[in-house]
């Protein structure tokens, strides 16, 4: 059977009107008091975010559900999206970083960090936790379980685990055995040209054998997206793969260009718990992480004069506001396994992505288009632990996610 969208998808409730009028006035304040604070910029930057947010609801973009696909049923349409937006991105981003541009002055900087010891453990921890409970996922947004209750907890444990993750860094990096970051167009003969040539040689080797593997097992298509209904059908209209992946690609790059660094996730979050323990009397002034990842003072400035705070922000809402026009923000009692399932996901997935320098954002998709080696590490290790958890819940009752 080909691999296509069938016609006949499910539709969206309708618009919850309330909620959504109360998210476009959050939505306003949080623009405003990012231009208060750091200018247009940080407003680009909050637009960026949001129109990220709105296309991760319109494509299918994930992690461990790209593997596991492959695995179930031999579709490897997913897989296919995401190289060809990496063939996008790291042909943008090569653009961007071998001349120096970049929208508001500075250098513009990719994605690139160290070899660790926390580099492969918290990878394999990451994809190990998205595994069991990705609910942070966009499809998860569009279901009954991710879409709701099961996403507060995924989300809590998320910033829990990037929490822990920071405390923990410099054990991690530090302590233990490490190396400087490498990258493929800086460090090695290899040159911009030349990184660039050869992850986009990869790349396409690997859209080549998922055709070859789709031939070989015929699988069943991707089941449709829901959509809009009357005026909404506009607003959730289904896009390709191949479009989410372009559209993902080049806001990206346009991130680099304004920010002058690309699209992180988790840093966003080790910064948002610090400041929480740091109101609960801890000290995350004297964490390791604060000072050589990211700088001492923004643990005492507003989180509106954090480029990353304010591009995901944006994400935030972008996503939020689309789920309340899809009529998708409800939230009713959930099974304490799958509460339970859910915040453990997020701990180690929050975690992992912290003391690994990045999630499937920072370290996956803006590392690899940065060049990075520790991204391709990261890439190996998060997908042996995908499938870890995957073999693992079919012996295990209680890591099971079906």
Known sequence: MAESQSDSAPAYEKPQGIITSVVILIGIIAAAAAYLNSGWQFVILYFLGFLIGFTLFHTRYGFASVYIQMLENGNTEMLRGHMQKLIIAVTLFSLILSTNSAAFGGMPEGAVAPISTGLVVGSFLFGFGMNIGSNLAPTAMRTMKGGRTALLFTATGFLTGATLGTYHFSFWNSSLPNTEAISLAEDTPLGFFGAWLLQTVIFSLVII???????????PALPPMPRGTNWT????????IWVGAMVFAVL????????GSPW???AAFSLWGSKIAHEIGLDPASWGYWGTQDPTASLSASLFTNDLSVLNFGVVFGTILTMSLA??????????QLAGITLLGGILMGYGATISFGANVGSYFSGLASMSLHAWIWTFMAVAGVYTAYFAGRKIPFIATK
């Open 252 to 259: 990206n790059a346009a991130v680099l260009f304004v920010m």
């Open 233 to 240: 059908e506009i607003l959730f209209k289904s896009w390709p």
């Open 209 to 219: 054998g998922t055709y070859i593997y789709k031939k070989r097992k015929r699988p």
């Open 264 to 266: 992180k996730v988790t």
């Open 327 to 336: 009529g998708l923000i409800h939230f009713s009692k959930i099974p304490l």
